[in-house]
T-cell receptor
Framework: DTEVTQTPKHLVMGMTNKKSLKCEQH?????MYWYKQKAKKPPELMFV???????INESVPSRFSPECPNSSLLNLHLHALQPEDSALYLC??????????????FGPGTRLTVL | KQEVTQIPAALSVPEGENLVLNCSFT??????LQWFRQDPGKGLTSLLL?????REQTSGRLNASLDKSSGRSTLYIAASQPGDSATYLC?????????????FGTGTKLQVIP
């Protein structure tokens, strides 16, 4: 199984809502990532988790709260988002952690619209 | 800091034509390069992965080449079809604060006209 799954596929939320994005992999990977892709732009790194610990936060606003409850699951909790946060959120995983040359595997993404 | 550029930004070709998409990167110390396809409003589909020790990688009508020393990769699509219409992204991983960070190119939007 070389698949990264993400749910939901689409999400529409108001600025006062609280929602969560979910990412799952069963490849035994110990590094997981969140990327954000705005329309007509390339994806950009948001967070890196290694062995369930947050290793990199690319100065992401606190209204985005990542969580890695176990080695297979990565969540992104959303609260008080702004319309400009509307984007495609991509999850990725890779086998190892620091200084690894292993490939990242990407999920299909969650299309988020903030009204 | 790795910067990845793709030229052209957009390309429109008639069906059946062979075409080449270009990707340039500033830091040649890479260990692989990946090409992705992205359909409008959709996620990423991995097309080809070239390891730094390889020069070429082929899958069906797609052929990707890598020249590390010059900081370039090309994606060759043979006998293009309307179903090939999509945005093509090249992606280069690098070490960032000890961890992997994939830097994506700016993308080439391809339209194949029937």
């Amino acid at each position: 199984d070389t698949e990264v799954t993400q749910t939901p596929k689409h999400l529409v939320m108001g600025m006062t809502n609280k929602k969560s994005l979910k990412c799952e992999q069963h490849m035994g990977h110990r590094a997981m990532y969140w990327y954000k892709q705005k329309a007509k732009k390339p994806p950009e790194l948001m967070f890196v988790y290694s062995y369930e610990k947050l290793s990199i936060n690319e100065s992401v606003p606190s209204r985005f709260s990542p969580e890695c409850p176990n080695s297979s699951l990565l969540n992104l909790h959303l609260h008080a988002l702004q319309p400009e946060d509307s984007a495609l959120y991509l999850c990725a995983s890779s086998p190892n952690q620091m200084f690894s040359t292993d490939t990242q595997y990407f999920g299909p993404g969650t299309r988020l619209t903030v009204l | 800091k790795q910067e990845v550029t793709q030229i052209p930004a957009a390309l429109s070709v008639p069906e059946g034509e062979n075409l080449v998409l270009n990707c340039s990167f500033t830091d040649s110390a890479i260990y692989n390069l990946q090409w992705f396809r992205q359909d409008p409003g959709k996620g990423l589909t991995s097309l080809l992965l070239i390891q730094s020790s390889q020069r070429e990688q082929t899958s069906g009508r797609l052929n990707a080449s890598l020249d590390k020393s010059s900081g370039r990769s090309t994606l060759y699509i043979a006998a293009s079809q309307p179903g090939d219409s999509a945005t093509y992204l090249c992606a280069v991983p690098s070490f960032y604060r000890g961890y992997q960070k994939v830097t994506f190119g700016t993308g080439t939007k391809l339209q194949v006209i029937p």
